[in-house]
């Protein structure tokens, strides 16, 4: 991610040892679940549109306290656009049986979020709406590949097709961000440049 | 002049029972104030003793009389000691004189040469071959025979104590001991007079044998005091063996902490949960505490403090009392930080000056340090049953808060109620932070403002009532004190007031937030003022002169500890001062 | 995920989550440590109003004004004291105790120690960053002895402290290590660590992409650790002694009682204490 790369290192230190190279405990995109049937398939791809909804807009609280309102309105309006999704799954596929979801949200696989949550770990404050989409961009196409994968490999021919539709669902929105990429300015070369040290607060 | 004051019964007897570890003179001191206290006497008993965990030189430091006491005397009139090993550290607080009496025993060598010098009468008595003679037997009932005889205490009442502590567990002991009171009761019907205790009658009114730590730690109770944390310190960790118990009785409890910074942060956890809790402590541990204490100011949480003080600055004197903890008390905090500081100015008053502790910290969210010391603490007394009084925590909670709810609201008396954890709907961060009156973090200039006035102003606005101080007499010269020199200073104007000299009391029990309003009625037509207190700089004294408007001229009467404030020079102060 | 503790009408981890917009700057490993704590109390099903967030100072104790439940935010490294009050006087209440690693190592090592021997029952969960953030980056106990700061020009050449080890050590009856970067593991740890009676204690890598921004790295060095959660002190010990800082898991569960002094049941009245003052 380029916002990783263009942080200036203000602590010296090597690059932290690690002996062994392991298994992340992050992977991505996140691995299919055992999925029943299609209701199942569908809530859970509510699901994952809800937590998208609610990590944009953490991310957009994040960034209007820090003042960077450009980037606040562009995560306000992801989590709109993913809310959108959410009604459009809920009115089509699960209008007959609302869901109820599980305290504490859905477990994915070992632990992880679902595969469109954005990594609030990605933010930078200076950060331009360019690099926004760049994290939208990365979460819809995790999104693609989890259904593709489940498209492939269900065993529920209802889910296999369910997950092909939504797939091709998400490959349009990774278009989408594509195109709107390429209507975005670039980043500035120096666009994480800040001549003043960090705050000391309490 | 000694025998014209020590004619007036108020004055009693003044004893001093001495000797090296395991002579058990604390056991011998115990067992003749408890004798006394059965048979209608009132008194009081100072422990003082070497650094030495055991072993050590020790004394038991007794006055009884027919009337209150709340010190103890200028000097003695007896002192019994089973050996005379390094008695020499207690000399200057074994005041003698030409009247006074020294037992000793003769193969345990002479008193040592500091104790002589006054002309004081020296009587021998074989203490150690008269146990030796009465098998099972020990020396120190030897010696409360002797003091009881002198002092003429009935044998009966020494002896129904001594069947009290022995009858039960220990029968063995009970025969030759009883037999050992009863020798050296008789073997001092030979010895030189000393004064006489002025005859009593058993009394009607209840009476309390205590020490001002126990008395504290059930005032606590009273006041609603249900949490305790603590961590050990001399002299004030007889409270927490107290409340430990006792706290478990009435459905409370005790954490011994870690430190004292863990003391202090556990109870003002236990109070933002709602319940009132204090800990502990003596001044190296008010140090300690002091930065949370802020926080309990920023906070609101109300807390209270009891530091028993004791010889300072750092480690100090820590079994000896002294009065040199005001300053921190009163401003040893960061910040604009007001609170409430109080000080007992008895022995008993330590109980409703800390019961008053908690009311007023419950009631003002705010929180209290109470100063007690070494004396009140450790000191066991005699004392008439305290009144009861009305004062208990009760805080002003948020019953029903809603969305609206501002835990840090500006009201008029400046208090905010409370909503304690586990109350739907009141949720709110406590916090050091400057913060708003919902208790959000804020820097502003006006959030900060409005809240130090708040806080300012819910101590200021307190009814606090005459209990503010004790005020007794009339007469152009003023005593203004606290604490434990209340009782010298009582004694001091009581022999003022004999020799026809008129003075007035001031004791103050509230120290913080001063009252200056008050403090200027209690003084009118006042032209001179002595300012008593027991401590090196003159803290006490300092902080009236710059707090308080003191009318005419204003002199200090001051030393530190360990040496207590006698009587005896306050009153040649103000007689001097009242003649010029 | 406990099924048993879903009731009828779940509450879900939105309800934990204040209106107050953290000041922690963007990517932030502490963000994902929020969502994760409220995940955790939703599916515990707990209730806001029976919960208390006890902090010290430092950027991660800002959090208990993030949450809906009651906060307490005290004084620097004193927050296992606050909170060890608060749960003996209040066993009623949920108490989580949430801090750095300068508050909860260095000034408040002391209270570190004791809380894990008292084992109350609560849970401390710290946000590790191996530095100290609102003072710009100095270097704390975690802090590797090579990294150069202004106050430790060439690095302090000390020894990084193992807070795990210590809580072994010391009598912690739950210990866990989790990453920030994994909200949902570590919502699942979190929970599981309140439900556990006594003292636990969850250290959490979280990132400071300020001061260490190197320390977004650690997303590829932290991985689940290779061995089962152990009851055996011993095990877990060389286990821990051979750790490289990023294990992932609950590496250690006794089964310590906790630690609850005697509550009296309050048979007696106050007033009946004073017999033993009378002659």
């Given at each position: 991610?380029?916002?990783?790369?263009?942080?200036?290192?203000?602590?010296?230190?090597?690059?932290?040892?690690?002996?062994?190279?392991?298994?992340?405990?992050?992977k991505?995109?996140?691995?299919?679940?055992?999925?029943?049937?299609?209701?199942?398939?569908?809530?859970?791809?509510?699901?994952?549109?809800?937590?998208?909804?609610?990590?944009?807009?953490?991310?957009?609280?994040?960034?209007?306290?820090?003042?960077?309102?450009?980037?606040t309105?562009?995560?306000r309006?992801?989590?709109?656009?993913?809310?959108?999704?959410?009604?459009?799954?809920?009115?089509?596929?699960?209008?007959?049986?609302?869901p109820?979801?599980?305290?504490?949200?859905?477990?994915?696989?070992?632990?992880?979020?679902?595969?469109?949550?954005?990594?609030?770990?990605?933010?930078?404050?200076?950060?331009?709406?360019?690099?926004?989409?760049?994290?939208?961009?990365?979460?819809?196409?995790?999104?693609?590949?989890?259904?593709?994968?489940?498209?492939?490999?269900?065993?529920?021919?209802?889910?296999?097709?369910?997950?092909?539709?939504?797939?091709?669902?998400?490959?349009?929105?990774?278009?989408?961000?594509?195109?709107?990429?390429?209507?975005?300015p670039?980043?500035?070369?120096?666009?994480?440049?800040?001549?003043?040290?960090?705050?000391q607060?309490? | 002049?000694?025998d014209?004051?020590?004619?007036?019964?108020?004055?009693?007897?003044?004893?001093?029972?001495?000797?090296s570890?395991?002579?058990?003179?604390?056991t011998?001191?115990?067992?003749?104030?408890?004798?006394?206290?059965q048979?209608?006497?009132?008194?009081?008993?100072?422990?003082?003793?070497?650094?030495?965990?055991?072993?050590?030189?020790?004394?038991?430091?007794?006055?009884?009389?027919?009337?209150?006491?709340?010190?103890?005397?200028?000097?003695?009139?007896?002192?019994?000691?089973?050996?005379?090993?390094?008695?020499?550290?207690?000399?200057?607080?074994?005041?003698?004189?030409?009247?006074?009496?020294?037992?000793?025993?003769?193969?345990?060598?002479?008193?040592?040469?500091?104790?002589?010098?006054?002309?004081?009468?020296?009587?021998?008595?074989?203490?150690?071959?008269?146990a030796?003679?009465?098998?099972?037997?020990?020396?120190?009932?030897?010696?409360?025979?002797?003091?009881?005889?002198?002092?003429?205490?009935?044998?009966?009442?020494?002896?129904?104590?001594v069947?009290?502590?022995?009858?039960?567990k220990?029968?063995?002991?009970?025969?030759?001991?009883?037999?050992?009171?009863?020798?050296?009761?008789?073997?001092?019907?030979?010895?030189?007079?000393?004064?006489?205790?002025?005859?009593?009658?058993?009394?009607?009114?209840?009476?309390?044998?205590?020490?001002?730590?126990?008395?504290?730690?059930?005032?606590?109770?009273?006041?609603?005091?249900?949490?305790?944390?603590?961590?050990?310190?001399?002299?004030?960790?007889?409270?927490?063996?107290?409340?430990?118990?006792?706290?478990?009785?009435?459905?409370?409890?005790?954490?011994?902490?870690?430190?004292?910074?863990?003391?202090?942060?556990?109870?003002?956890?236990?109070?933002?949960?709602?319940?009132?809790?204090?800990?502990?402590?003596?001044?190296?541990?008010?140090?300690?505490?002091?930065?949370?204490?802020?926080?309990a100011?920023?906070?609101?949480?109300?807390?209270?403090?009891?530091?028993?003080?004791?010889?300072?600055p750092?480690?100090?004197?820590?079994?000896?009392?002294?009065?040199?903890?005001?300053?921190?008390?009163?401003?040893?905090?960061?910040?604009?930080?007001?609170?409430?500081?109080?000080?007992?100015?008895?022995?008993?008053?330590?109980?409703?000056a800390?019961?008053?502790?908690?009311?007023?910290?419950?009631?003002?969210?705010?929180?209290?340090?109470?100063?007690?010391?070494?004396?009140?603490?450790?000191?066991?007394a005699?004392v008439?049953?305290?009144?009861?009084m009305?004062?208990?925590?009760?805080?002003?909670?948020?019953?029903?808060?809603?969305?609206?709810?501002?835990?840090?609201?500006?009201?008029?008396?400046?208090?905010?109620?409370?909503?304690?954890?586990?109350?739907?709907?009141?949720?709110?961060?406590?916090?050091?932070?400057?913060?708003?009156?919902?208790?959000?973090?804020?820097?502003?200039?006006?959030?900060?403002?409005?809240?130090?006035?708040?806080?300012?102003r819910?101590?200021?606005?307190?009814?606090?009532?005459?209990?503010?101080?004790?005020?007794?007499?009339?007469?152009?010269?003023?005593?203004?004190?606290?604490?434990?020199?209340?009782?010298?200073?009582?004694?001091?104007?009581?022999?003022?007031?004999?020799?026809?000299?008129?003075?007035?009391?001031?004791s103050?029990?509230?120290?913080?937030?001063?009252?200056?309003?008050?403090?200027?009625?209690?003084?009118?037509?006042?032209?001179?003022?002595?300012?008593?207190?027991?401590?090196?700089?003159?803290?006490?004294?300092?902080?009236?002169?710059?707090?308080?408007?003191?009318?005419?001229?204003?002199?200090?009467?001051?030393?530190?500890?360990?040496?207590?404030?006698?009587?005896?020079?306050?009153?040649?102060?103000?007689?001097?001062?009242?003649?010029? | 995920?406990?099924?048993?503790?879903?009731?009828?009408?779940?509450?879900?981890?939105?309800?934990?989550?204040?209106?107050?917009?953290?000041?922690?700057?963007?990517?932030?490993?502490?963000?994902?440590?929020?969502?994760?704590?409220?995940?955790?109390?939703?599916m515990?099903?707990?209730?806001?109003?029976?919960?208390?967030?006890?902090?010290?100072?430092?950027?991660?104790?800002?959090?208990?004004a993030?949450?809906?439940?009651?906060?307490?935010?005290?004084?620097?490294?004193?927050?296992?004291?606050?909170?060890?009050?608060?749960?003996?006087?209040?066993?009623?209440?949920?108490?989580?105790?949430?801090?750095?690693?300068?508050?909860?190592?260095?000034?408040?090592?002391?209270h570190?120690?004791?809380?894990c021997?008292?084992?109350?029952?609560l849970?401390?969960?710290?946000?590790?960053?191996?530095?100290?953030?609102?003072?710009?980056?100095?270097?704390?106990?975690?802090?590797?002895?090579?990294?150069?700061?202004?106050?430790?020009?060439?690095?302090?050449?000390?020894?990084?402290?193992?807070?795990?080890?210590?809580?072994?050590?010391?009598?912690?009856?739950?210990?866990?290590?989790?990453?920030?970067?994994?909200?949902?593991?570590?919502?699942?740890?979190?929970?599981?660590?309140?439900?556990?009676?006594?003292?636990?204690?969850?250290?959490?890598l979280?990132?400071?992409?300020?001061?260490?921004?190197?320390?977004?790295?650690?997303?590829?060095?932290?991985?689940?650790?290779?061995?089962?959660?152990?009851?055996?002190?011993?095990?877990?010990?060389?286990?821990l002694?051979?750790?490289?800082?990023?294990?992932?898991?609950?590496l250690?569960?006794?089964?310590?009682?906790?630690?609850?002094?005697?509550?009296?049941?309050?048979?007696?009245?106050?007033?009946?204490?004073?017999?033993?003052?009378?002659?």
């Amino acid at each position: 991610m380029s916002t990783k790369k263009a942080v200036k290192q203000t602590g010296r230190k090597k690059a932290a040892t690690s002996a062994k190279v392991r298994a992340p405990v992050r992977k991505k995109p996140g691995s299919p679940i055992s999925v029943t049937d299609e209701i199942d398939f569908m809530t859970r791809a509510w699901m994952m549109e809800l937590e998208a909804v609610e990590r944009y807009s953490t991310l957009a609280d994040a960034m209007e306290e820090h003042n960077n309102p450009e980037v606040t309105e562009l995560f306000r309006k992801l989590s709109r656009i993913e809310q959108l999704h959410a009604d459009q799954i809920l009115e089509e596929h699960l209008s007959k049986r609302p869901p109820v979801l599980p305290p504490g949200g859905i477990r994915w696989d070992a632990g992880e979020e679902g595969p469109e949550t954005a990594d609030p770990g990605e933010l930078h404050y200076r950060m331009q709406p360019y690099h926004a989409l760049q994290i939208a961009l990365a979460c819809e196409q995790r999104a693609c590949q989890f259904f593709t994968k489940i498209a492939r490999s269900a065993k529920n021919t209802a889910v296999r097709k369910a997950a092909r539709e939504m797939a091709a669902e998400e490959a349009e929105h990774v278009q989408l961000v594509e195109d709107w990429l390429k209507r975005t300015p670039k980043p500035d070369p120096d666009w994480d440049h800040d001549p003043d040290p960090p705050v000391q607060s309490d | 002049m000694h025998d014209k004051v020590k004619a007036q019964g108020g004055r009693g007897v003044s004893i001093a029972l001495a000797g090296s570890g395991g002579a058990g003179v604390m056991t011998a001191g115990n067992m003749l104030l408890k004798a006394a206290a059965q048979a209608g006497w009132y008194g009081l008993m100072v422990r003082t003793s070497g650094p030495q965990i055991r072993g050590g030189e020790a004394a038991a430091l007794l006055r009884i009389s027919a009337e209150p006491v709340e010190c103890l005397d200028d000097r003695f009139d007896l002192v019994i000691a089973i050996d005379w090993q390094n008695i020499h550290r207690f000399a200057d607080e074994l005041p003698l004189d030409a009247g006074s009496l020294m037992v000793g025993d003769p193969d345990q060598g002479n008193p040592p040469e500091v104790l002589t010098q006054r002309g004081t009468r020296l009587a021998q008595v074989p203490i150690k071959k008269m146990a030796k003679a009465i098998p099972g037997s020990w020396p120190n009932m030897i010696m409360l025979g002797i003091a009881a005889a002198l002092v003429g205490l009935p044998l009966d009442a020494v002896k129904s104590v001594v069947e009290a502590a022995y009858g039960k567990k220990k029968k063995e002991l009970l025969t030759p001991n009883l037999a050992a009171v009863e020798a050296g009761f008789a073997s001092a019907q030979t010895l030189p007079a000393v004064p006489q205790l002025a005859a009593v009658e058993p009394t009607q009114t209840p009476r309390w044998l205590l020490t001002g730590n126990q008395a504290a730690g059930y005032g606590a109770l009273r006041g609603g005091v249900r949490f305790v944390a603590g961590y050990p310190i001399t002299p004030a960790t007889e409270v927490l063996e107290w409340l430990s118990p006792a706290l478990t009785k009435v459905g409370g409890t005790l954490l011994q902490a870690e430190d004292e910074l863990a003391s202090i942060n556990m109870i003002i956890g236990a109070s933002f949960g709602g319940v009132p809790s204090l800990t502990v402590t003596a001044g190296p541990g008010l140090a300690l505490m002091a930065e949370a204490l802020g926080l309990a100011v920023a906070a609101e949480v109300p807390v209270v403090v009891l530091d028993v003080m004791r010889g300072g600055p750092s480690t100090g004197i820590p079994a000896k009392s002294e009065q040199s903890d005001v300053s921190i008390a009163l401003f040893g905090l960061h910040g604009d930080a007001p609170h409430l500081v109080i000080a007992p100015n008895s022995i008993a008053d330590c109980l409703g000056a800390t019961q008053w502790a908690v009311h007023l910290a419950e009631a003002m969210q705010s929180p209290a340090i109470v100063l007690s010391d070494q004396f009140f603490g450790q000191t066991q007394a005699v004392v008439d049953r305290p009144a009861d009084m009305h004062f208990i925590g009760e805080r002003a909670k948020a019953s029903a808060p809603t969305e609206a709810y501002k835990r840090y609201a500006l009201t008029e008396s400046g208090v905010s109620p409370m909503s304690i954890p586990g109350t739907p709907g009141g949720a709110y961060t406590a916090d050091g932070l400057t913060h708003n009156e919902r208790g959000v973090p804020s820097s502003q200039a006006a959030d900060h403002l409005a809240q130090l006035d708040k806080r300012e102003r819910k101590l200021l606005r307190h009814d606090y009532g005459d209990y503010w101080a004790e005020i007794d007499g009339q007469g152009e010269i003023a005593v203004i004190t606290f604490g434990s020199c209340t009782g010298p200073v009582r004694d001091a104007l009581a022999r003022a007031a004999a020799d026809g000299i008129k003075v007035r009391l001031v004791s103050m029990r509230l120290l913080a937030p001063a009252q200056p309003e008050r403090l200027s009625e209690a003084l009118r037509g006042v032209k001179k003022v002595l300012v008593v207190e027991q401590n090196h700089s003159g803290q006490f004294h300092r902080y009236l002169r710059a707090d308080f408007d003191l009318p005419g001229e204003v002199r200090s009467l001051r030393h530190p500890g360990p040496l207590p404030i006698h009587a005896e020079e306050i009153y040649r102060k103000i007689t001097e001062w009242s003649l010029m | 995920m406990s099924t048993a503790s879903v009731a009828a009408a779940p509450i879900t981890a939105a309800a934990f989550k204040s209106a107050y917009k953290p000041i922690w700057c963007p990517g932030c490993g502490d963000y994902s440590v929020l969502s994760s704590i409220t995940k955790a109390f939703a599916m515990l099903d707990l209730r806001p109003e029976n919960v208390a967030v006890v902090s010290g100072i430092g950027c991660s104790s800002r959090i208990p004004a993030y949450t809906t439940c009651y906060g307490f935010h005290g004084v620097h490294g004193r927050a296992l004291a606050a909170g060890t009050g608060l749960k003996v006087a209040r066993p009623d209440l949920t108490v989580l105790v949430a801090g750095g690693d300068g508050d909860g190592y260095s000034i408040g090592g002391n209270h570190f120690l004791h809380a894990c021997r008292r084992n109350v029952d609560l849970t401390y969960i710290v946000m590790d960053n191996h530095v100290y953030g609102m003072t710009k980056g100095q270097p704390s106990p975690t802090t590797e002895p090579d990294w150069e700061s202004k106050l430790s020009p060439g690095g302090t050449g000390l020894r990084t402290f193992h807070p795990l080890v210590v809580a072994l050590a010391s009598g912690a009856n739950f210990i866990a290590r989790t990453f920030a970067g994994d909200p949902n593991g570590t919502a699942q740890i979190i929970a599981d660590a309140i439900r556990t009676p006594g003292f636990s204690f969850v250290e959490i890598l979280s990132p400071c992409v300020t001061l260490r921004p190197e320390q977004r790295g650690w997303k590829e060095q932290a991985h689940p650790a290779s061995v089962a959660t152990t009851s055996d002190p011993a095990k877990a010990a060389r286990y821990l002694m051979t750790d490289d800082g990023f294990n992932i898991g609950v590496l250690y569960k006794g089964n310590r009682k906790p630690y609850q002094p005697p509550m009296g049941k309050g048979t007696k009245r106050v007033a009946d204490l004073e017999a033993e003052f009378s002659i």
